[in-house]
């Protein structure tokens, strides 16, 4: 909205053409961002203690996660709405990228507030069946996938795939063979539509298993959208991605918003969500902010990438990868308990310290990718 005022005002009112900067909206879509989720999170506190909104604990789980029961849920229709508001405000709503990772991020939220619903409804925890998210996961990212297909048929976006350290090598995930023939174009794209289905499935359930301690998933979030930040802002410069060699994107540059309201809203979250926790974000936000990260770096093409700015994410969807593929081939657990920061708990360390060391690891694993952007 606002960058609307700069195009029919700056002539009239020079301090508007500090609109068109990416970095001023940007800082000011943070700023937004983390006012708004600061001043309405004791709002949406109170509401939902008044609705009974509650959080109920998995029996299998820590036994000293009991005393966390009833603490309120569904915080995560702050984390974004506070990203949706000021990305609307600051961001120039012509760009075709801003309303496709918006849709995405509120199409995994739906997916998490329904889970969300059914757990409070039932007063268990117990959501949505596996296999039901499962699916709607798919559909959504399914539905991405051929939006980015359909803007690389007109040369708005690109296939290839960028290897981090080697800045020559951008193979394409097309079918050559099939371009030949207009009825086979669906089948051309099919490795790059599975590609992009992995990248949000995964990165959407694996920000939702490390949401297990207080802070903790919010955190790794935060890092990980500042690393994203930065990443999205070097693709959309030109000068910026000819010097460290990357393809420039022009048009992704107004993601930098984004992930900069990404940033401050959940900046402003963690504010009330750190230990010890007055709020939960439950599936809508874990969902939501996963599959958001995701979209965004399959868009600036740093998929394989998000392994490193996601580090802690990934680790802990491993830790359930291995632990469940152990139990079913050898009838033996690696892990105390899955995912991995409940294995550290019943070692016996302190939640608070648990967290605190998986922020570092997660800000060491942002860091290393971001020097990737020179090592190549």
Same mark, same amino acid.
């Given at each position: 909205?606002?960058?609307?005022?700069?195009?029919?005002?700056?002539?009239?009112?020079?301090?508007?053409?500090?609109?068109?900067?990416?970095?001023?909206?940007? /800082?000011?879509?943070?700023?937004?961002?983390?006012?708004?989720?600061?001043?309405?999170?004791?709002?949406?506190?109170?509401?939902?203690?008044?609705?009974?909104?509650?959080?109920?604990?998995?029996?299998?789980?820590?036994?000293?996660?009991? /005393?966390? !029961?009833?603490?309120?849920?569904?915080? &995560?229709?702050?984390?974004? @709405?506070?990203?949706?508001?000021?990305? #609307? #405000?600051?961001?120039? $709503?012509?760009?075709?990228?801003?309303?496709?990772?918006?849709?995405?991020?509120? /199409?995994?939220?739906?997916?998490?507030?329904?889970?969300?619903?059914?757990?409070?409804?039932?007063?268990?925890?117990?959501?949505?069946?596996?296999?039901?998210? @499962?699916?709607?996961?798919? $559909?959504?990212?399914?539905?991405?996938?051929?939006?980015?297909?359909?803007? !690389?048929?007109?040369?708005?976006?690109?296939?290839?795939?960028?290897?981090?350290?080697?800045?020559?090598?951008?193979?394409?995930?097309?079918?050559?063979?099939?371009?030949?023939?207009?009825?086979?174009? +669906?089948? /051309?794209?099919?490795?790059?539509?599975?590609?992009?289905?992995?990248?949000?499935? &995964?990165?959407?359930?694996?920000?939702?298993?490390?949401?297990?301690?207080?802070?903790?998933?919010?955190?790794?979030?935060?890092?990980? !959208?500042?690393?994203?930040?930065?990443?999205?802002?070097?693709?959309?410069?030109?000068?910026?991605?000819?010097?460290?060699?990357?393809?420039?994107? +022009?048009?992704?540059?107004?993601?930098?918003?984004?992930?900069?309201?990404?940033?401050?809203?959940?900046?402003?979250?963690?504010?009330?969500?750190?230990?010890? !926790?007055?709020?939960?974000?439950?599936?809508?936000?874990?969902?939501? @902010? &996963?599959?958001?990260?995701?979209?965004?770096?399959?868009?600036?093409?740093?998929?394989?990438?998000?392994?490193?700015?996601? &580090?802690?994410?990934?680790?802990?969807?491993?830790?359930?990868?291995?632990?469940?593929?152990?139990?079913?081939?050898?009838?033996?657990?690696?892990?105390?308990?899955?995912?991995?920061?409940?294995?550290?708990?019943?070692?016996?360390?302190?939640?608070?310290?648990?967290?605190?060391?998986?922020?570092?690891?997660?800000?060491?694993?942002?860091?290393?990718?971001?020097?990737?952007?020179?090592?190549?």
């Amino acid at each position: 909205m606002f960058y609307y005022l700069y195009l029919r005002f700056h002539t009239s009112f020079h301090l508007l053409n500090l609109f068109r900067y990416i970095t001023f909206r940007t /800082a000011y879509a943070s700023l937004t961002a983390l006012l708004l989720s600061l001043l309405l999170g004791p709002w949406l506190i109170r509401k939902l203690t008044e609705f009974q909104i509650r959080q109920y604990i998995r029996e299998e789980g820590p036994a000293s996660h009991q /005393a966390k !029961a009833g603490t309120p849920t569904m915080g &995560g229709v702050l984390i974004v @709405l506070c990203i949706v508001l000021p990305t #609307l #405000l600051w961001a120039d $709503l012509s760009n075709v990228f801003v309303w496709l990772i918006l849709g995405v991020t509120l /199409a995994f939220a739906a997916i998490g507030f329904q889970d969300d619903y059914q757990k409070v409804r039932r007063r268990r925890n117990l959501g949505m069946t596996g296999r039901t998210k @499962l699916l709607l996961q798919m $559909l959504v990212s399914f539905l991405f996938g051929v939006a980015l297909m359909l803007l !690389a048929a007109t040369g708005y976006y690109s296939t290839d795939l960028t290897f981090p350290f080697f800045k020559r090598i951008h193979p394409d995930f097309l079918i050559p063979c099939l371009l030949h023939h207009r009825w086979t174009y +669906p089948l /051309a794209y099919s490795p790059f539509l599975a590609f992009v289905m992995l990248v949000l499935m &995964g990165s959407s359930n694996a920000v939702n298993l490390t949401d297990g301690l207080d802070g903790l998933a919010i955190g790794c979030v935060i890092i990980a !959208a500042s690393a994203l930040t930065v990443l999205t802002y070097v693709a959309g410069h030109a000068v910026l991605s000819n010097y460290l060699e990357l393809e420039h994107q +022009p048009r992704v540059g107004e993601l930098t918003i984004f992930c900069g309201a990404m940033v401050g809203s959940s900046l402003g979250f963690l504010w009330y969500n750190a230990y010890p !926790a007055e709020i939960f974000m439950g599936d809508v936000g874990s969902l939501a @902010l &996963g599959g958001a990260i995701a979209a965004v770096a399959v868009v600036i093409k740093q998929e394989l990438l998000l392994p490193f700015i996601g &580090g802690i994410f990934v680790v802990e969807a491993l830790s359930v990868i291995l632990q469940v593929v152990s139990y079913k081939t050898r009838g033996k657990r690696i892990f105390r308990m899955a995912p991995l920061h409940h294995h550290f708990e019943l070692l016996g360390w302190r939640e608070s310290k648990i967290i605190a060391r998986f922020w570092i690891a997660a800000l060491v694993f942002a860091l290393f990718a971001l020097t990737t952007l020179k090592l190549r």
